[in-house]
């Protein structure tokens, strides 16, 4: 599979013009916005996060079994890799990728229905109830909000483009079409806003960007040379295929919603006992640090499809040089990243005129080094599923329900206010997670200072 540093350096690129989409459109929204609707697109964007939750940890689990069929493996199996693949070189098996393309079609068509009604029956009883003394246009709000459920729903049930691409190593691609949506939808929404339009031109802009980047995609993955191919080919059975792909992408799943109480639950419980501004503020510093987040784990990301393709031929050589030069640029990456954040941030918001301020710089700080928990946990748990084991769904789920339970206890019961939104993620994840997973990725590949020093004097990552 041909990934190299080529596309790291397009998805920097991707990743950088969506950061700057958050940071061209951040002040136009901080100043034409009021500190209330800024706490609603917060929560509006916390949301968003149900698509890879309601995904239950398919898209992951295809992305794997796409980079094992282009890389030559003729059947799948429900746990590692069978023995005869490692020869196979890169036929790829036409008949099982459109078997397998068959099965995302059928999942996805089902989740995405599900996400619509409970975003239309709870999620709008819970929109209601927090707008319930909001002062600004509430048919406003309400109307965004039923476009944000079809954007967000027409957003998963295409899903399984991204996973195609991604399967089939073609990063650069997926992050060039991702350029050109952030481009729309930076324009779209610069203008709207600016002709008043509020929340609504947020919608609607991602609602152009979303479409036209699957469009780009749709055209990407069935060129020419694939698509009578796969047209010729004989699908495997349906069934056959979520028979070997649920037991993991469940377990997968079941992490994925663990992971989603841990990091996003914090706002939407935060939103019924802490006043919208300054929900505002928290979600706003969230937001960027998250940014930080995704920016750090690039490399990473970038070759997860590689590392599923050398798993198949074990070649843990290759996957530790991988592993120790992104953990390096990860973690450089995001301390420099928030000692800017945490010294620049707020003096940079007074400079814009925002209306929403960021938390202090003591809350700053604790939500950064929680979020560096959050950081190496992720990316170990990433590279650990490349095995085609999940080991990591019951403290998943057990730490999620913990990090509920501590909020609603410390907001609730104790009143601790901001403080409890800030720390809990991170007191929950130090417990076992944050540990737990880099160990165990550092023990498989024989990670050590050692190991370290031969890698970093090699000075490379093809």
């Known amino acids: 599979m041909n990934i190299n540093?080529?596309?790291?350096?397009?998805?920097?690129?991707?990743?950088?013009?969506?950061?700057?989409?958050?940071?061209?459109?951040?002040?136009?929204?901080?100043?034409?916005?009021?500190?209330?609707?800024?706490?609603i697109w917060m929560v509006f964007s916390t949301i968003t996060g149900l698509v890879y939750l309601m995904d239950f940890g398919f898209h992951a689990s295809f992305v794997r079994v796409v980079s094992y069929i282009w890389s030559g493996a003729q059947d799948l199996e429900v746990k590692g890799f069978s023995k005869e693949q490692h020869t196979l070189g890169e036929n790829v098996n036409f008949g099982l990728l459109k078997g397998v393309i068959k099965s995302m079609r059928w999942f996805y068509s089902r989740v995405s229905?599900?996400?619509?009604?409970?975003?239309?029956?709870?999620?709008?009883?819970?929109?209601?109830?927090?707008?319930?003394?909001?002062?600004?246009?509430?048919?406003?709000?309400?109307?965004?909000?039923?476009?944000?459920?079809?954007?967000?729903?027409?957003?998963?049930?295409t899903l399984y483009y991204e996973a195609l691409l991604e399967g089939s190593g073609k990063i650069r691609v997926i992050k060039r079409i991702s350029i050109i949506g952030n481009i729309l939808y930076i324009a779209f929404a610069w203008v709207l806003i600016k002709l008043g339009y509020g929340l609504l031109a947020i919608v609607v802009a991602q609602l152009i960007s979303v479409f036209t980047i699957?469009?780009?995609?749709?055209?990407?993955?069935?060129?020419?040379?694939?698509?009578?191919?796969?047209d010729q080919a004989i699908s495997?059975?349906?069934?056959?295929?979520?028979?070997?792909?649920?037991?993991?992408?469940?377990?997968?799943?079941?992490?994925?919603?663990?992971?989603?109480?841990?990091?996003?639950?914090?706002?939407?419980?935060?939103?019924?006992?802490?006043?919208?501004?300054?929900?505002?503020?928290?979600?706003?510093?969230?937001?960027?640090?998250?940014l930080m987040i995704m920016g750090s784990n690039i490399v990473l990301s970038t070759y997860l499809p590689k590392i599923s393709a050398l798993r198949l031929k074990n070649n843990k050589d290759e996957i530790r040089n991988i592993v120790i030069w992104g953990l390096l640029v990860s973690n450089i990456l995001f301390i420099t990243g928030s000692i800017l954040f945490i010294f620049l941030g707020p003096s940079i918001l007074n400079l814009i005129?925002?209306?929403?301020?960021?938390?202090?710089?003591?809350?700053?700080?604790?939500?950064?080094?929680?979020?560096?928990?959050?950081?190496?946990?992720?990316?170990?748990?990433a590279i650990i599923s490349t095995k085609n084991e999940?080991?990591?769904?019951?403290?998943?789920?057990?730490?999620?329900?913990?990090?509920?339970?501590?909020?609603?206890?410390?907001?609730?019961?104790?009143?601790?206010?901001?403080?409890?939104?800030?720390?809990?993620?991170?007191?929950?994840?130090?417990?076992?997670?944050?540990?737990?997973?880099?160990?165990?990725?550092?023990?498989?590949?024989?990670?050590?200072?050692?190991?370290?020093?031969?890698?970093?004097?090699?000075?490379?990552?093809?």
């Open 353 to 381: 005129g925002s209306k929403t301020s960021l938390l202090d710089q003591k809350l700053l700080a604790c939500m950064a080094i929680s979020a560096f928990l959050g950081l190496n946990s992720g990316i170990s748990g």
């Open 390 to 462: 999940i080991p990591f769904m019951v403290p998943s789920i057990i730490s999620g329900v913990a990090t509920i339970l501590l909020l609603f206890v410390g907001l609730g019961i104790f009143h601790w206010g901001m403080i409890v939104l800030v720390l809990a993620p991170g007191l929950v994840d130090l417990c076992y997670q944050a540990w737990k997973w880099p160990l165990m990725v550092f023990k498989d590949f024989n990670i050590n200072f050692s190991t370290c020093k031969q890698v970093l004097l090699k000075g490379r990552l093809r």
């Open 236 to 290: 495997t059975d349906r069934k056959y295929i979520l028979s070997k792909i649920s037991p993991n992408a469940v377990k997968y799943g079941i992490t994925s919603l663990g992971g989603f109480l841990i990091q996003k639950s914090s706002l939407i419980i935060g939103a019924m006992y802490i006043p919208l501004h300054l929900i505002g503020s928290f979600g706003i510093s969230k937001q960027i640090i998250d």
């Open 113 to 157: 229905l599900i996400l619509f009604l409970l975003l239309a029956s709870a999620g709008t009883a819970y929109l209601y109830d927090l707008i319930s003394n909001y002062s600004g246009g509430k048919a406003e709000i309400m109307i965004a909000w039923g476009l944000f459920c079809l954007v967000t729903c027409y957003n998963l049930f």
């Open 5 to 39: 540093k080529v596309d790291v350096i397009w998805n920097y690129m991707a990743v950088i013009l969506k950061m700057g989409s958050s940071i061209f459109l951040l002040p136009i929204i901080l100043k034409s916005l009021g500190s209330d609707d800024v706490g």
């Open 214 to 230: 699957r469009v780009f995609m749709n055209r990407a993955f069935y060129t020419p040379e694939n698509k009578p191919l796969l």
